[in-house]
């Protein structure tokens, strides 16, 4: 009894949808006004205790060994309860405990293959041709297929960049390669991709064979710190700061501005908090061990530390909510393949973990941000408006 009282008050609280919750002993309750959408089946009690140390690690959990089902839109209920300040994921008294972070190189390295090295076959089944792993770009708003809007975001990135056939460029946690062969290709760049992965590093040597791209493109199985003295005339990094960890976060700034020749352009792509940088228990549990989102001003004032002067920022939160949602769709389409290879626990924590996060950009809770920098006031003088960037680009300008 005083069981139900507590989940009674706990989930009434938790979201601004009406939502009915079916509890362990078979009977139902609605919560919220109106026709409920969603329905939340305990087939057991989560035991108070879990949920009052972390209530996203303990239902979380208790929803990938099933014993919580959600009947509707998991999307939806998760943005409900983003949207609601009152909610257990807002709320500190249910966030009492974060599992530890160390992002040491030899920690780093395990926390990326631990997710990366999941397999190449397994991304294949769900992420498009291009295997890019990060926020799309919808041209054309949402109508765009994934593929295209991939390739559209690859070139968004390279433009900003203003690059010229000859220079180099680093790309820092460049995943299955595909901007890093793009700026080969097309742009004539002359490439250095570093990721931990080891599926990735193996996958990107053989499209480098593949594409007869060695005289202009190499590949290295490196911490982003382990780079030495070297430096290049474009630094891209895209979806990677949030692997960093808070204590690092400015010394990743100042090494991308290390990087950078004098005259050097900077476009750092990535996940930011409106609200201050945090951890997430479950994610940082289950899904990216060591991952820290950081507040926007924060990550402002490590770029500015760092002596960099930012030429343009663009936020793109819609856009990844589009990506995540077809990530979903197509993950849910291979599902029996997916459950074949993995088991059914991690499919649907894989599943929870594309809604939840899906839902975070749709209720504004995180955004994406792509920050054009230049080093310093004295660095490279960009074009003085935005037209550059959507220039159509010569065709293969390769060497
Ligand atoms: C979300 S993936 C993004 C991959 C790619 N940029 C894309 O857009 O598809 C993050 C990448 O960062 C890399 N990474 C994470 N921490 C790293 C580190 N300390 N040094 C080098 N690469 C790292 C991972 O190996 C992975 O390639």
Redesign the pocket.
């Known amino acids: 009894m005083l069981e139900k009282t507590f989940y009674k008050q706990f989930l009434s609280n938790s979201f601004n949808i009406p939502v009915t919750v079916t509890y362990w002993d078979g009977k139902s309750e609605t919560y919220g006004e109106g026709a409920p959408q969603v329905n939340i089946i305990f087939k057991e009690a989560v035991p108070i205790k879990e949920i009052t140390k972390n209530a996203s690690i303990a239902l979380g959990e208790a929803y990938m060994d099933g014993r919580i089902e959600i009947k509707g839109d998991i999307q939806e209920l998760i943005t409900a309860a983003y949207e609601n300040a009152d909610s257990f994921i807002h709320n500190k008294k249910f966030i009492k405990f974060l599992p530890k972070q160390k992002h040491s190189?030899k920690a780093?390295?395990e926390?990326?293959q631990s997710h990366?090295d999941v397999g190449n076959d397994f991304y294949r089944l769900w992420l498009d041709d291009t295997?890019?792993?990060?926020c799309a770009y919808f041209t054309n708003g949402n109508t765009d297929d994934l593929f295209q809007a991939q390739q559209d975001k690859v070139d968004h990135i390279l433009q900003k960049l203003n690059p010229k056939a000859g220079n180099t460029l680093l790309?820092?946690?460049?995943?299955?390669g595909?901007?890093m062969l793009t700026a080969a290709e097309k742009y004539g760049l002359r490439v250095t991709g570093?990721?931990?992965?080891q599926e990735?590093f193996d996958y990107v040597t053989q499209q480098i064979k593949d594409k007869g791209l060695e005289h202009i493109a190499e590949v290295k199985l490196?911490?982003?710190?382990e780079l030495g003295d070297r430096q290049w005339d474009y630094v891209?990094?895209?979806?990677?700061f949030?692997?960093?960890g808070e204590e690092n976060l400015g010394e990743y700034f100042k090494d991308v501005n290390r990087y950078l020749t004098d005259d050097g352009v900077a476009l750092i792509?990535g996940i930011t908090r409106q609200q201050g940088g945090a951890y997430n228990g479950w994610i940082n549990k289950y899904i990216f061990p060591g991952g820290y989102v950081p507040g926007l001003t924060e990550n402002i004032q490590h770029i500015v530390d760092a002596g960099m002067q930012i030429s343009d920022m663009e936020p793109l939160r819609r856009h990844y909510q589009r990506t995540l949602e077809i990530w979903d769709d197509n993950f849910n389409a291979k599902r029996q393949a997916i459950e074949k290879m993995q088991g059914i626990n991690f499919t649907r924590m894989w599943d929870l973990y594309l809604n939840a996060c899906a839902a975070s950009f749709e209720s504004g809770n995180i955004d994406v941000i792509q920050f054009l920098m230049t080093k310093g006031p004295s660095g490279r003088v960009l074009p003085i408006t935005r037209d550059y960037m959507y220039e159509a680009q010569s065709e293969t300008v390769h060497e």
Not at 131 to 134: A, D, G, L, V
Not at 222 to 225: A, F, K, T, V
Not at 236 to 240: A, D, P
């Open positions: 190189e780093s390295k926390d990326v990366y295997m890019t792993y990060s790309d820092i946690g460049c995943g299955w595909t901007l570093v990721t931990l992965s990735q490196l911490d982003y710190r891209t990094s895209v979806g990677m949030e692997h960093v792509h």
